[in-house]
């Protein structure tokens, strides 16, 4: 059996491969090169020194500069890796859809499946030799996409837990792999045809990536709340990385008067007309700025659960294609 | 006697249309059966009920008395070759040989290399560039490389040209006599049949119309050309199965169960006229209803 499901997908395992070495020759030399620079400018010094609450201000401002430079020079690349985020349901659509699709499309599931092994042990082989080829496949890409992303994300703000970045790196491009093969070879199991079973994916994947990423992930753990003075200094009781979820400007009996804003004035500094700072919003003397945040150390914890969530969702969709498939004539 | 296949009240539903129903036969080992009817009849899902790809809805299928589906004890010794011959067409004939050969247990690869070699079939092309009959003869040698006890072929020579027919059902012939398979080989072409079964199983519009040995189904039936008949009792007639009318004279294909009326003149019939007065029956009225015209 195992001979068969070699012999069936050699070609399209080459074509992976190659797939990976021409996007590898890519990306390489270009991560090294962001490397080069972001040492050059002195930034992994930075990235320790920001992590410090007793941080020189001087030293700050120095390195918000450095950090500023990099993301002018390598910001462009985060398009880049929006793009890269498609490569796990690229492998649901053309390893997973066509599993099953393809030989009910062509008819060749009545040959394979009156052989003597009987079509349960087909399924079992196909579907585990294809979950091994993708884990692989998924695991070298996420430590791949973590080391070449990880300049990016320590210069921007929002680190390692903002939107499109999580996604690239970690352990969860292993749970999106799985889910979008898993769905691909469930949606195949549908129909008779490949096409139908290829859009189910397609769909099926944004949609409950989507989903989770927006409605799920923030509410992982509770979210902490940071609050300090529109009248100080600035000094936000956060770190670089934590991730914001909403944030505004709150007068002191709690009421939000300025959602999606911070204002920051020196003690002493007045508005326009002589009015304390920030009137003309409705800001009230001892207002103060909020914000709703996950802290940034709790990276693995939220990509183990959302690896969690993602495998546990394919082994579902698995389970459920094996049913399917006793259905098949 | 042992029962190769055997299928009581089987059915088979699609939605709400049965694609078979009440379908009971037994058919005896060694035979060589063929399973008649037009397209659409069910043929094609009694075959797969047989080899366990699809479930019964009602009733059993039972292979050499085992339950087919999802039973992969019985596949081992059942050879199934599905219609218009579904091979993975980017494989060679001989990478068929050694790959289906690592997918069953009682797997003579030298036969079916010795098969194919003899009907010159090329090794090292894909089966995807062969002639239709030459993929009909990769599939059917793959089939008996597995020493099946049961044949299953769906429509094998449905899609060959007639001199490719003959030496598909020729070359079938002559290697199921040695091993004493039994075959049951589904086609709507009535000629390729009289001449290589022994066996038949008629279906028409989901049910199963006429099961027998084909010698005794020549010997049963007779056409008999008389006098205007008006559906009264006849001698020696156990059931008229066709009748045509002029005015004044009937002709009646009839089942015979001993020496009939000295009024009416008998014919003996072929096999083939057997058939087709069995497939003129049960014709549906309800799509005169659908068509909305007067049946």
Same mark, same amino acid.
């Given at each position: ?14 074509? =992976? ?72 349901? %690229?492998?649901? #659509? ?39 080829? @993708? @884990? ?16 990016? @994300? ?6 390692? *837990? ?27 199991? /549908? ?9 189910? @994916? ?7 990536? $989507? ?14 709340? +940071? ?73 693995? #914890?939220?990509?183990? &659960? ?10 579902? %969709?698995?389970? %459920?294609?094996?049913?399917? &498939?006793?259905?098949?004539? | 006697?042992? &029962? ?42 009694? *075959? ?6 699809? !479930? ?42 050694? &790959? ?10 030298? /036969? ?22 030459? !993929? ?21 020579? $449905? ?29 709507? /072409?009535?000629?390729? #049949?009289? !001449? ?22 020549? +010997? ?31 002709? #009646? ?35 005169? =209803? ?6």
């Amino acid at each position: 059996m195992i001979a068969l499901a070699w012999r069936q997908h050699r070609r399209q395992m080459l074509f =992976t491969l190659i797939g990976f070495a021409v996007l590898a020759a890519l990306m390489i030399p270009i991560g090294i090169s962001m490397r080069h620079t972001f040492t050059d400018l002195g930034l992994p010094e930075c990235v320790r020194a920001l992590s410090r609450s007793d941080v020189a201000p001087a030293t700050a401002d120095t390195c918000e500069g450095a950090f500023h430079q990099f993301t002018n020079r390598y910001g462009n690349l985060n398009l880049v890796a929006v793009l890269l985020l498609v490569l796990p349901m %690229l492998v649901g #659509l053309f390893w997973g859809a066509p599993l099953v699709a393809r030989e009910v499309e062509q008819g060749t599931h009545r040959f394979a499946w009156t052989q003597g092994i009987g079509r349960r042990h087909w399924a079992m082989v196909k579907f585990g030799l294809v979950v091994a080829v @993708t @884990t692989l496949a998924a695991v070298c890409y996420g430590l791949g996409m973590s080391w070449w992303v990880s300049p990016l @994300t320590q210069a921007a703000r929002e680190g390692r *837990l903002g939107f499109v970045v999580f996604d690239l790196q970690g352990v969860a491009p292993i749970g999106y792999t799985l889910f979008a093969v898993a769905l691909g070879i469930f949606a195949g199991t /549908l129909g008779r045809r490949m096409l139908p079973a290829m859009t189910i @994916t397609l769909v099926g994947y944004i949609g409950v990536r $989507a989903a989770v990423e927006v409605l799920a992930r923030p509410h992982y753990q509770p979210a902490r709340t +940071a609050e300090f003075p529109v009248a100080g200094d600035g000094r936000v009781p956060m770190n670089r990385g934590d991730w914001i979820l909403s944030s505004g400007v709150r007068n002191p009996d709690g009421k939000m008067v300025a959602p999606d804003a911070q204002i920051v004035c020196p003690p002493d500094v007045q508005g326009p007309g002589g009015r304390p700072c920030g009137a003309e919003l409705g800001v009230q003397p001892g207002a103060y700025n909020w914000q709703l945040y996950q802290p940034g150390d709790r990276f693995w #914890l939220f990509q183990g &659960i959302e690896t969690g969530i993602f495998i546990a969702l394919a082994a579902v %969709l698995l389970y %459920l294609a094996l049913r399917r &498939i006793r259905r098949l004539a | 006697m042992e &029962i190769a296949l055997e299928a009581e009240q089987l059915g088979k539903r699609y939605g709400r249309r049965w694609a078979l129903q009440d379908c009971s036969f037994q058919l005896p080992a060694g035979r060589i059966a063929g399973l008649v009817g037009p397209n659409g009849a069910g043929k094609s899902t009694l *075959l797969h009920l047989a080899v366990g790809l699809l !479930r019964p809805d009602a009733g059993t299928v039972r292979v050499f008395d085992r339950t087919p589906y999802d039973n992969p004890a019985v596949l081992p010794e059942v050879g199934f070759v599905a219609q218009d011959t579904p091979l993975y067409r980017d494989f060679t004939a001989a990478e068929l040989v050694r &790959i289906t050969g690592r997918m069953n247990s009682r797997w003579d690869g030298a /036969l079916a290399r010795e098969r194919l070699a003899q009907l010159g079939i090329p090794p090292k092309l894909p089966v995807g560039q062969l002639s239709g009959g030459q !993929r009909a003869q990769v599939a059917l040698a793959l089939a008996l490389a597995k020493r099946p006890r049961l044949l299953l072929l769906d429509e094998p020579v $449905a899609s060959l040209d007639p001199l490719a027919r003959r030496e598909f059902l020729q070359s079938l012939m002559g290697s199921v006599a040695e091993s004493g398979t039994t075959v049951l080989l589904s086609s709507h /072409l009535l000629g390729d #049949l009289e !001449r290589v079964c022994d066996h038949l199983v008629v279906l028409n519009a989901a049910r199963v119309r006429l099961v027998g040995a084909v010698e005794d189904l020549v +010997a049963g039936h007779r056409q008999l050309v008389g006098p205007r008949h008006r559906g009264e009792p006849i001698t020696g007639v156990e059931a008229v199965v066709r009748a045509s009318h002029t005015d004044r004279q009937s002709t #009646l294909l009839a089942r015979v169960d001993g020496v009939v009326d000295p009024e009416w003149t008998v014919h003996d019939v072929t096999l083939e006229e057997v058939i087709l007065a069995y497939l003129g029956e049960g014709e549906t009225r309800a799509s005169h =209803t659908e068509w909305e015209v007067p049946a």
